[in-house]
């Protein structure tokens, strides 16, 4: 059976947290959809081939990060599936929870087509087709191939009988941190149940190399703490579950990390956190609070750099995505921040704000900011942000983490540059 993870047209409204990777390697609860996709791949679902179709600009990306094939490539140069067990279709922004596997497991050994449909917006989140059903729409393909076989196989995929299944998507950024905050427990658990980590106290699992100093306070009550191989803590910390840190983290010396908190390999992280995702690389070594938000990879935030996640009224949170306004439901809602931004010192983030891509912010953030961006509306002062700025200090930020900058790296940038002109332009407030 061959795998397809496809971006559909609703992939959008994930942005800023998508621009800089496909929807399927966003974490959420410290798990990637793209991973378990392969670990089925190598287990319950052994013999199948994965491969993922991105939007154009990250398919160079997509190789050489995740090490899959666009799925174009993948079906051969008749550009469609002939895998004699079908083809299993999987939509990008499935919350990659661990009852996902069991689903994808299920629908993979179905004998005859079916499909697993989005309740709330009527997208196709899986879909199963048999080799029969593929063949019997290939000629329907033949006679109008505008569209790729992904597209194709997509909507068709609607036509095709109904399952239910214990599957959910993400339809706007705020949905990875509730989606977070409900299965964290259950995420690390199911990560101690399949790996190889040592127990030092109860509760307490790590892998080799993991340090953590004198006089930490550990609190396990409400979930398991892993610490992945290399994990440095410092003294005076505390930690509360559930808890994880991807290999190679720093957790500063007098920080508070808890109520939920995933942070990914290579971060360096200090003040208080909690109920907050964290990607690859980034930094919030200082003192400051960050609470219920997501940080993309490669983020620097300043010394005293705070967040609200809680209205003065104690209300719940409405959300504004570009011309969008959402009511959340959530009483507790920070902020979400794109890849590649920083804040200076002292920056204090309004509850609720989105920060987009390789943007700079100062003072009082109190409106959403658009990606490529200094803001310092405090100071009356909102300006562009060239690419080739941001490439030149991508350049120096991989240096210090021994990272070589390749072509495709300063591609991204250009590329998230120019998809991001639109929000820009919405504005008409930056100038160079």
């Given at each position: 059976?061959?795998?397809?993870?496809?971006?559909?047209?609703?992939?959008?409204?994930?942005?800023?947290?998508?621009?800089?990777r496909p929807a399927y390697?966003?974490?959420?609860?410290?798990?990637?959809?793209?991973?378990?996709?392969?670990?089925?791949?190598?287990?319950?679902?052994?013999?199948?081939?994965?491969?993922?179709?991105?939007?154009?600009?990250?398919?160079?990306?997509?190789?050489?990060?995740?090490?899959?094939?666009?799925?174009?490539?993948?079906?051969?140069?008749?550009?469609?599936?002939?895998?004699?067990?079908?083809?299993?279709?999987?939509?990008?922004?499935?919350?990659?929870?661990?009852?996902?596997?069991?689903?994808?497991?299920?629908?993979?050994?179905?004998?005859?087509?079916?499909?697993?449909?989005?309740?709330?917006?009527?997208?196709?989140?899986?879909?199963?087709?048999?080799?029969?059903?593929?063949?019997?729409?290939?000629?329907?393909?033949?006679?109008?191939?505008?569209?790729?076989?992904?597209?194709?196989?997509?909507e068709q995929s609607l036509?095709?009988?109904?399952?239910?299944?214990?599957?959910?998507?993400?339809?706007?950024?705020?949905?990875?941190?509730?989606?977070?905050?409900?299965?964290?427990?259950?995420?690390?658990?199911?990560?101690?149940?399949?790996?190889?980590?040592?127990?030092?106290?109860?509760?307490?699992?790590?892998?080799?190399?993991?340090?953590?100093?004198?006089?930490?306070?550990?609190?396990?009550?409400?979930?398991?703490?892993?610490?992945?191989?290399?994990?440095?803590?410092?003294?005076?910390?505390?930690?509360?579950?559930?808890?994880?840190?991807?290999?190679?983290?720093?957790?500063?010396?007098?920080?508070?990390?808890?109520?939920?908190?995933?942070?990914?390999?290579?971060?360096?992280?200090?003040?208080?956190?909690?109920?907050?995702?964290?990607?690859?690389?980034?930094?919030?070594?200082?003192?400051?609070?960050?609470?219920?938000?997501?940080?993309?990879?490669?983020?620097?935030?300043?010394?005293?750099?705070?967040?609200?996640?809680?209205?003065?009224?104690?209300?719940?949170?409405?959300?504004?995505?570009?011309?969008?306004?959402?009511?959340?439901?959530?009483?507790?809602?920070?902020?979400?921040?794109?890849?590649?931004?920083?804040?200076?010192?002292?920056?204090?983030?309004?509850?609720?704000?989105?920060?987009?891509?390789?943007?700079?912010?100062?003072?009082?953030?109190?409106?959403?900011?658009?990606?490529?961006?200094?803001?310092?509306?405090?100071?009356?002062?909102?300006?562009?942000?060239?690419?080739?700025?941001?490439?030149?200090?991508?350049?120096?930020?991989?240096?210090?983490?021994?990272?070589?900058?390749?072509?495709?790296?300063?591609?991204?940038?250009?590329?998230?540059?120019?998809?991001?002109?639109?929000?820009?332009?919405?504005?008409?407030?930056?100038?160079?």
């Amino acid at each position: 059976m061959h795998i397809i993870c496809f971006e559909d047209a609703r992939v959008h409204q994930l942005v800023p947290i998508i621009q800089a990777r496909p929807a399927y390697a966003v974490t959420c609860a410290s798990l990637r959809l793209v991973d378990r996709l392969k670990q089925l791949v190598a287990g319950p679902l052994q013999g199948s081939s994965l491969s993922g179709s991105v939007r154009s600009y990250l398919t160079l990306i997509q190789k050489l990060d995740y090490e899959l094939e666009s799925a174009e490539q993948a079906l051969g140069g008749a550009k469609w599936p002939s895998d004699d067990d079908g083809v299993l279709i999987v939509n990008a922004r499935l919350v990659p929870r661990v009852a996902l596997d069991d689903v994808l497991v299920t629908l993979g050994g179905e004998t005859a087509s079916c499909c697993v449909v989005d309740a709330e917006d009527g997208s196709v989140l899986i879909a199963r087709w048999t080799a029969a059903d593929l063949a019997a729409k290939q000629a329907e393909y033949a006679t109008d191939s505008r569209q790729s076989v992904v597209e194709f196989l997509t909507e068709q995929s609607l036509s095709l009988p109904k399952r239910s299944a214990e599957a959910s998507a993400f339809h706007w950024p705020h949905d990875v941190v509730a989606w977070h905050m409900k299965e964290m427990r259950e995420s690390i658990e199911w990560r101690i149940a399949h790996g190889d980590y040592k127990q030092t106290n109860d509760g307490v699992f790590v892998g080799e190399g993991v340090s953590v100093g004198q006089y930490a306070a550990i609190n396990t009550d409400d979930g398991p703490i892993l610490l992945e191989n290399n994990v440095k803590v410092g003294p005076f910390c505390y930690l509360e579950g559930p808890l994880y840190a991807g290999q190679g983290t720093r957790v500063i010396e007098h920080s508070a990390i808890k109520d939920g908190v995933s942070l990914g390999h290579t971060v360096k992280i200090g003040g208080e956190v909690e109920a907050s995702v964290i990607e690859p690389y980034t930094n919030k070594q200082h003192h400051g609070f960050l609470g219920h938000s997501y940080l993309g990879s490669w983020i620097n935030l300043g010394a005293g750099t705070c967040n609200s996640d809680l209205k003065n009224t104690y209300g719940t949170i409405n959300i504004e995505y570009g011309e969008t306004k959402i009511a959340t439901g959530m009483q507790f809602l920070g902020c979400f921040i794109g890849d590649y931004s920083k804040s200076a010192i002292n920056t204090s983030i309004f509850t609720g704000k989105v920060i987009g891509v390789c943007s700079m912010l100062y003072g009082f953030v109190t409106s959403n900011v658009p990606s490529f961006v200094n803001y310092a509306r405090l100071f009356g002062q909102t300006a562009l942000l060239p690419a080739d700025v941001m490439i030149s200090t991508q350049a120096r930020m991989f240096a210090r983490r021994n990272v070589t900058q390749r072509e495709c790296d300063k591609q991204l940038i250009l590329d998230m540059y120019a998809q991001s002109e639109a929000e820009r332009e919405a504005t008409d407030q930056y100038t160079l």
